[in-house]
């Protein structure tokens, strides 16, 4: 006999629901997946779900925060010693997959708080890894280095990359051209100003 909500403990219940909306939202996308095929996919029934999750947008927020810091772990596991451009390429790298769902972000950005605040980690996860690599290489604070610009091209570079637009090149390679390019010329800068 299947157990009842109140015999599986709640973390448990929350990890299977998320667990399916991520397999739904990555095979049928964002719109066409429903609350429905989520409860049905988890095996809970159809009003349960809304005791763990306000709503479809809550749990696609959970879903991207889930998938980012799951991307976070891996990162400090395996590539601990990397540099920061290097954790950052390989991250967003590893998330190609999930491009798809960073455009539904877009698309629920103006309706969600929810999806809104799962959005803003992921681009300040993008920010705090290159202020780090600014850091490092002492740029963050260097002469004719807007720092600021940076961290903002980045985010526009990231994001446009995002656009459904068969003409992209991934992000992870247009932020790297980005970020050796203002290394190398800030690098130049200084080597000059000795």
Known sequence: MPRNRQQIPREERTGDLLAAATELFLSKGYAKTTMADISAAAGVARGNVYWYFDSKDHIFAAVMNRLLSREIRILNEEQAGADPLSRLVRGLSDMRYSRPLHQAMHDRLPHSEAVREAHDTF???????????????????????????????????????????????????????????????????KGRER
């Open 123 to 189: 681009l300040n996860w993008i920010v705090g890894l290159v202020d780090e690599l600014m850091a490092e290489r002492g740029l963050d604070h260097a002469p004719g280095v807007d720092a600021a610009l940076v961290r903002d091209v980045a985010l526009a570079v990231f994001e446009g990359a995002n656009v459904p637009n068969d003409r992209n090149r991934p992000a992870h390679e247009m932020i790297r051209f980005l970020m050796e390019s203002v290394l190398a010329r800030s690098s130049g800068a």
